[in-house]
Structures are given as C-alpha cells and as structure tokens.
T-cell receptor, first 109, second 118 residues
Framework: GQNIDQPTEMTATEGAIVQINCTYQTSGFNGLFWYQQHAGEAPTFLSYNVLDGLEEKGRFSSFLSRSKGYSYLLLKELQMKDSASYLC??????????FGRGTSLIVHP | NAGVMQNPRHLVRRRGQEARLRCSPMKGHSHVYWYRQLPEEGLKFMVYLQKENIIDESGMPKERFSAEFPKEGPSILRIQQVVRGDSAAYFCASSPGTGVYLRRRGYTFGSGTRLTVV
C-alpha cells in the first residue's frame, strides 16, 4: 500500500519563499508528482521527480529523496495567484497515481 | 488540441436515480483514470481503464458503481441508485501511457463533474 503525508495548511507572504513537504511510504515507486489545484478547478501538473535531486522550473522547484521517502515543492517570489491547494502524488508499481490530502497554501499581502 | 473533456460540469440527482458521468480523454490518450474528491480531501482513485478494458478497479465501491471505456466514444462512470454520500466532485485524468510524456506533462485532468444528490 501507499501512505502520503503533507501539511494541511500553510500561510506565506507575497514575494516570499515557501516550502511544502511531502513524506511517503510505498512498496513500489515510479515517480512523484506535484499538482496545483485552485478551488473548484482541475488539478494542473507542476512537476515530476523520479530520480533524487532538485528539478527547477521557473518559480517552482521540486526535490526528491527516495531513500528518505521525502519530497518538497519550493515556490519562490510568491504571488497572490499561488493561493491554492498543492497535491503530492506517488506513482507506484501499477503506475496509478495515489494522491495525498493536499496542502492549502494561503498567500497574503 | 482540446484537453480532457468532462460533462456535465454539474449534475443534480435525486436519491435512487442514476448518474452518468462522461470523460473524453485528450487526443492520442488511451489511458483513463477516474478519481473522487470530497470537500477538503484529496483525490481518491476509483478505476483505471484502457480502451475496452478495465485495468484496475480496486478503488471502486463494489455496489452501484461501474465504468467503461468503449472502443468508440467517451469513458463513462455510472452510479446507480445514488445516495447522498455519493455527492462529490468526480475527476477524470488521461495519459498516453507511461514514460517520457509523464515526466514532462504528467496526467492531464478534466475540470470534473460535481454531483449533488438531493
């Protein structure tokens, strides 16, 4: 089975940097995804990590440590529009993504 | 290239009625995944289908729920004799398979169907 843990809610200030952590346990691993979901909308793809290390994509970066079962999503230069839920998902042996409960990020001025 | 299309966006059903949710994957995608999302909760996997085949339905309730992905046409999630507890957002995601595409674009989600049972 799989278990994914991430904080329920975080707050941050516009222009700042925020790190959203995700820890997981899984019997098979084919990659870790981060998705962004605004209220009432579809989840949108942010990143995919399958090897250890940092993947950078503009203001967003994602890190993976397979030995520690740990990932984080780093958001820089926060904007108000970054207020959303951030979902960590594991692709296990069956390639079916299993999602965590998500972290609700509130960005305030 | 249209994205994943789900319809209807909103569906209201009375208890005991049937609900049919449709999902047209992106062009070229033959893998479809259905998820259910309750308020303040994550996406819960229900079923994974490829054309004409159910690959994994381990997340689907045994009673009242069924899914199909015919050779022609959209994937259908069918809920018979709906109850209030079925009220949720149902999302469909698609992919062309595994490998390079997933690394770059992940699974593509539709905008969901919000089912309300009254």
């Amino acid at each position: 089975g799989q278990n994914i843990d991430q904080p329920t809610e975080m707050t941050a200030t516009e222009g700042a940097i925020v790190q959203i952590n995700c820890t997981y346990q899984t019997s098979g691993f084919n990659g870790l995804f981060w998705y962004q979901q605004h209220a009432g909308e579809a989840p949108t793809f942010l990143s995919y990590n399958v090897l250890d290390g940092l993947e950078e994509k503009g203001r967003f970066s994602s890190f993976l440590s397979r030995s520690k079962g740990y990932s984080y999503l780093l958001l820089k230069e926060l904007q108000m529009k970054d207020s959303a839920s951030y979902l960590c998902a594991i692709s296990g042996g069956s390639y079916i993504p299993t999602f965590g409960r998500g972290t609700s990020l509130i960005v305030h001025p | 290239n249209a994205g994943v299309m789900q319809n209807p966006r909103h569906l209201v059903r009375r208890r005991g009625q049937e609900a049919r949710l449709r999902c047209s994957p992106m062009k070229g995608h033959s893998h479809v995944y259905w998820y259910r999302q309750l308020p303040e909760e994550g996406l819960k996997f229900m079923v994974y289908l490829q054309k004409e085949n159910i690959i994994d339905e381990s997340g689907m309730p045994k009673e009242r729920f069924s899914a199909e992905f015919p050779k022609e046409g959209p994937s259908i999630l069918r809920i018979q004799q709906v109850v209030r507890g079925d009220s949720a957002a149902y999302f469909c995601a698609s992919s062309p398979g595994t490998g390079v595409y997933l690394r770059r674009r992940g699974y593509t989600f539709g905008s969901g169907t919000r089912l309300t049972v009254v």
